[in-house]
Structure formats: C-alpha cells, structure tokens
C-alpha cells in the first residue's frame, strides 16, 4: 500500500513540491511546434501547475515564459506579438524569447531601465514537432532526452496530444497496468472469435498475464507473458521512464518506435504528448475472423475544438459530461465498456477515478507490481533529489534510455524474459540509426 506521506510526494508537481522539483530537472514537452504561428496569437500553457504563454516571434523562434509582464503582472496572453517579441498592452513594455526587456515606451528615455528587466522565461528547443522547455535551475539546462521517437526528425513521426482530467500518475499508470487489457478493452471478445493468426487470441485466451519486472537504467520495465503456440509464449514489454514517460506495449515489438509522456498541467490536469514513428506497424487487428470490427475497439479520436482557456486544448469529445457515449444497450450485448475506441475506454476509467486518486481507498495485488515498483521508484528518485540532489535517473545521460522499447512478440517458453527482451532488442529495426547518419 502507498503511504499518504508518499501518495503526497507522488501526486502533487507544483513549484517547491519534491515530485514537481524532480521534474523540473528535465526538459518537458509543452507543446505542439505547429501551435504556434510566426507573429501568430499567444498560446496559453499549463506546466507543473504554471501559468505561462508560448508565442513564436517574427524570426521563428519560440519564446515560453510566466504569462505575468514582470512590469504590474498583466497577462502576456493578451500581448500583441509584434516584430521580435511580444509587448504587453498595459503599459507598452517589450520582450523577446528570451524575456529580455527590449522597450519601455512608459517611461522618459533617461530614466529607462529596460536592460534591467527579465521576463521569467525558460530555455527552449524544438525537436521531433514538439516545443520542450526547461523549468530547471541550472544555468545550461541537461542535454535534451534521446529517446528513439525524440531522435527523429518530424516528417519521420505523428505527433499529437491528448488532455485528460485527472492527475498525472493515474494517468500514466494505465500505460504500465498490464493485465486490463483483456477486460477493459476485450472483456467480451472470446478466443474463437479471432482469426489464428491473429495476436490477440493470446490475450483472450489468458487473461492473467506472468510478469517479470525490474527497475532499469531509465525507470522500470515488466514483461507480461502467456502461453502462445506450443512451446512459445507471448510477451508484452512496457516501460516507464523518468520523469513522467511510457512506452505502451500495444504493437509489434520489432518496429514499436512509440513513447508518450504524461506531462502534469497542474495536478488534477494531464496532456499526454505521443511521438510514433511513422513506419511503426499497426497493432494486432482488431477485426474478427468474420470479418466484422471487434465491439469497442474502433478508433474514436474527436476532438472539441480547442480554445484558449488554460484547460482548452486537445479535449475528447467524449468526455465526463457525456459519460464517455456509453452505450449500455451495447455494453450489454457486446462490448464489455459500451464505450467506443480504446483511447477512450482507457481515458474514462482513469477520470473515473477521481481527480486525485485516493491511494489509501487501492487494495493493490500481484498483478499491479509494476505499479507499485515503479511508485517506488519515483519515490526514491525524487526524496534524493530533495535530500541531497542525487541527480535524477537518465539526466545526464540521456542515451541510457536507448535501451527501452516496447512492443509484442512471441519467444520458446525456454528461455527467461530478460533474455527474451535482449534477443528482441538485437533484431529490431532502429531508424533513428539512419537519421543519425544523415544529420
Ligand atoms: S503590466 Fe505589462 S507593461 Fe505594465
Ligand atoms: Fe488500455
């Protein structure tokens, strides 16, 4: 069972909490490169429980920074995004991406102190279609993560985000929670209903997965097996990485090029930001030996449009108000949730939970071991972090997190499940190789 003392640590990511300084040290995806425009309108961001905007200036260049102007702490969202910087309306004065103040009309040349003025802003980069900041202290920020998907240039990925309305860890954990797969998305689907070759029959057929687990140089990983063809088990392999990064196991493991991150708006707010790799081979099919789509698991992906609230962006349409679209006519014919598109079943059963989920409420078992390894974890990453400033797991050394990948695939049931990742590792298809070369 989780503590409340560390349910606390684990929950909470604002400024000055221990988990939201743990991921202050790394650079953070804040938002899609094309949100924004060149002299295009401000962009509302939520980060770690933060206020800030997003503007891209008349060169290009992003600027991401407190949306109070340091001046009387007018919002910077209602700035005019002029030639080379974004200039507050209240009283004129002027920054650059950098925050610099770079004009104070309000006051008389001779008493101007402009050179003097630092908006709150924060390095930035952008990389793989994706704008990072670096909340941190360190005056030259951490390399930046080299994850595979981060590796590739943007053509090369599908990038997206998806907001859900819970805190971040319940969030993420349905990433590293195995064994709903068979209930939650295929309660009713039978084994016989698959085509042979068809992957998911395994799951159909086993509902309640082995898993090995252990913490890793970037997080914690587990691997998930069941008997397959005789002699054979099918694994799923899923990861958790620092600070708030998964890879989902949904895919073939040889060119499962995927990772998402959970990122904290505030704490009971959540953007997921998903980088795949445009040659990533879909998923087992999710269509019947008959030919018909198995009940609930087609994709169901609108949106609302977004605004420019601080919580207005990429919102699903089904959502809390409408109880997700449920269908219980369906629910009880043929779809274990009534709720259509895995994307969603997984977003409703997460939001159900409550804003902020009440750990000490669990009754946690076997089957959530990766849960609770990977708590522990984050636990003792961030009390170090508070306690001596261990520096955080893959920080600076990035490159130790080329090593994760998740994914499915079938080995002999006679060789261990570590060895069995190992072989898969040595067989995949790494593109990031080539794009490296090209560079
Ligand atoms: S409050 Fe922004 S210029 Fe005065
Ligand atoms: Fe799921």
New binding site residues.
């Given amino acids: 069972m989780t503590s409340k003392r560390d349910s606390e640590i684990l929950v909470h990511t604002g400024p000055g909490t221990p988990m939201g300084e743990l991921m202050r040290q790394y650079w953070i995806p804040a938002c899609l490169s094309s949100e924004l425009a060149a002299d295009g309108a401000p962009l509302r961001l939520m980060l770690l429980g933060e206020r800030m905007i997003a503007f891209r200036d008349s060169q290009g260049r992003v600027g991401v920074m407190d949306h109070r ?6 919002s ?1 969202f209602l700035g005019r995004n002029e030639q080379g910087g974004i200039r ?6 002027k920054f650059d991406v950098t925050g610099q103040c770079v004009d104070m009309p ?1 006051v008389l040349p001779h008493e101007d102190f402009k050179h003097k003025v630092k908006a709150r802003a924060f390095p930035v980069v952008e990389r793989a279609g994706l704008v990072w900041a670096y909340l941190g202290a360190r005056a030259v920020p951490p390399p930046l993560p080299e994850f595979e998907a981060a590796r590739l240039p943007a053509d090369q990925l599908r990038v997206f985000c998806v907001q859900r309305e819970c805190n971040w860890l319940q969030a993420l954990e349905g990433d590293i929670d195995n064994s709903h797969f068979g209930f939650l998305h295929g309660g009713l689907v039978k084994p016989e209903d698959y085509a042979p070759d068809n992957r998911g029959r395994y799951m159909a057929t086993h509902r309640a997965p082995t898993y090995g687990i252990t913490d890793t140089p970037w997080g914690t990983m587990y691997g998930a097996h069941r008997p397959a063809e005789p002699g054979q088990r099918h694994y799923r392999f899923a990861h958790f990485l620092f600070p708030f990064w998964t890879m989902p196991p949904d895919g073939p493991f040889v060119d499962h090029i995927v990772i998402r991150a959970w990122v904290p708006m505030d704490d009971t707010h959540t953007m997921m930001v998903q980088m795949v790799w445009k040659g990533t081979s879909p998923p087992f099919s999710r269509t019947a030996k008959d030919g018909t789509p198995l009940p609930g698991t087609q994709p169901n992906d609108a949106f609302l449009p977004n605004t420019s609230d601080w919580f207005g962006r990429w919102r699903r349409a089904s959502n809390p108000s409408n109880d997700y679209l449920i269908d219980r006519e369906v629910q009880s014919r043929s779809s274990y949730t009534g709720i259509q598109g895995v994307d969603n079943q997984d977003q409703a059963v997460t939001e159900s939970m409550g804003p902020i989920v009440d750990h000490a409420f669990e009754h946690l078992g076997p089957s959530d071991r990766m849960i609770t390894t990977t708590r522990r974890r984050l636990i003792r990453a961030a009390k170090a972090w508070k306690s001596d400033g261990a520096v955080p797991p893959c920080l600076d050394d990035p490159q130790a997190a080329l090593g994760a990948r998740s994914g499915d695939f079938a080995a002999p049931d006679t060789v261990d499940w570590r060895e069995a990742y190992d072989r898969e590792m040595a067989a995949g298809i790494f593109p990031t190789v080539a794009a490296r070369a090209a560079e």
Avoid: D, M, Q
């Fill in positions: 102007c340091p001046h009387r702490c007018a910077l507050c309306v209240y009283h004129g004065w309000n």
